[in-house]
């Protein structure tokens, strides 16, 4: 692997699915997975095979259909789990298992009743065992996030020695802050014995409305996977959402990071997952949102329609949109109007625009927005005063 080309572990089957009311059935899995390897994700982390049968089904099915990604199993740090894992993924093409087990003091105390050295001896365990299935196995330090640095470290050094080809570094209460998170990972790429060997990757949670900053401040510092779901879906508030740190990454060539996604199926992968999930994406979402490329405001409509670039960073065809859209609204201008107004097949002069812009007003003020049903009544009513040409 390039050293500037950074993993994307889509977890939208698994972390993404565990969300109340999300479930898939198998058949809804495959199609998704499918998509995933279209879209040019790295792994596809395909379910909890040991949780039900169900999951152990589709974990089975995904790994036979999966053409590109590595499919990823995961696992808690126990024999069993390891086991099943195993036999569902016999099929991949490429198979990976990702066992782990909670780092922090937290989890060590109240999870877990048990002790730092204890919890090493487990980790240690579970990622030998793996490595007896599989080549690849990834090791996950759970709460990682809110765990000390320096034992951290003596945990990602002894899997290391195990035989872990990544390691996954999870914030995940989503408590860290981009600069906190990002030196978490800085220190484990200077204190940690082996450490060029593996892959660290970024599993963040959005509980502050950080996953995707927390990701990106990880990659910066030297990770080289992220771990994601389509539109942010996931436990609580979601996980760090795909589309956005791939166009992050996309749009700051500078950093001189790149992913293998393919951006441009982006929006409509985002529309197969709220479909299947019933899981609705809120409008103001970044990338993939109703409004991530509209305009309503006259200042912003009549900068972009000069120039798209003056209020727009990405091109909407750049994730698979059409184009950028121009609402009308009372805050809409005549540019706007005009702009709309043409689209559906009249050419205004200036003295029409006027007469039409101030019966849009009167619509506009009555109306959340003015769709071409109402341009063309507007229209109706000025040709009777002044004759339109049509384009």
Avoid at 136 to 160: K, P, Q, S, W
Avoid at 225 to 239: D, F, P, V, Y
Avoid at 325 to 353: D, F, H, M, N
Avoid at 357 to 384: N, R, W
């Amino acid at each position: 692997m390039q050293d500037n080309q950074v993993q994307i572990f889509d977890t939208t089957l698994r972390d993404g699915e565990q969300v109340p009311g999300c479930k898939l059935d198998t058949k809804q899995k495959l199609v998704i997975a499918e998509r995933l390897d279209l879209l040019g994700v790295n792994i596809i982390e395909a379910g909890f095979p040991v949780s039900s049968p169900g999951d152990f089904i589709s974990v089975t099915e995904i790994s036979k259909i999966v053409k590109n990604a590595t499919v990823c199993g995961l696992t808690r740090a126990v024999e069993n789990d390891i086991k099943v894992a195993a036999e569902a993924l016999k099929y991949a093409k490429i198979p990976r298992i990702h066992t782990g087990i909670g780092t922090s003091d937290s989890h060590i105390q109240f999870k877990f009743n048990s002790t730092r050295e204890k919890v090493i001896e487990r980790a240690v365990k579970a990622v030998s065992y793996a490595k007896s299935f599989v080549e690849d196995v990834e090791f996950y330090a759970e709460d990682a996030g809110r765990t000390d640095n320096a034992y951290l470290a003596r945990v990602c050094e002894a899997v290391i020695k195990a035989g872990a080809t990544v390691l996954n570094i999870p914030d995940t209460t989503g408590y860290c802050l981009p600069e906190e998170y990002g030196a978490k990972i800085k220190y484990l790429r200077e204190n940690v014995k082996g450490i060029d060997h593996v892959i660290l990757s970024c599993h963040c949670h959005n509980d502050l409305g950080l996953a995707t900053a927390n990701s990106i401040a990880g990659v910066i510092n030297g990770a080289r996977q992220i771990e994601c779901t389509i539109n942010g879906i996931g436990e609580r508030a979601g996980n760090t959402a795909l589309e956005e740190v791939v166009m992050v990454l996309k749009q700051h060539p500078y950093l001189n990071l790149e992913t293998s996604v393919n951006t441009k199926l982006l929006y409509d992968t985002s529309i197969m997952v709220r479909e299947s999930m019933g899981m609705p994406v809120q409008p103001n979402k970044a990338i993939v949102g109703a409004n991530a490329f509209a305009h309503s405001s006259g200042i912003h409509q009549d900068g972009v329609i000069k120039n798209r670039e003056t209020y727009e960073i990405m091109d909407p065809e750049d994730v698979g949109v059409t184009e950028s859209a121009i609402v009308l609204t009372a805050r809409s201008g005549r540019a706007a109007l005009a702009y709309r107004a043409k689209k559906i097949g009249y050419e205004l002069t200036k003295v029409q625009l006027d007469l039409a812009y101030d019966a849009f007003l009167i619509i506009a003020d009555q109306q959340k927005e003015v769709k071409d049903e109402g341009i063309h009544a507007i229209m109706k009513k000025v040709s009777k005063i002044s004759k339109i040409a049509t384009a």
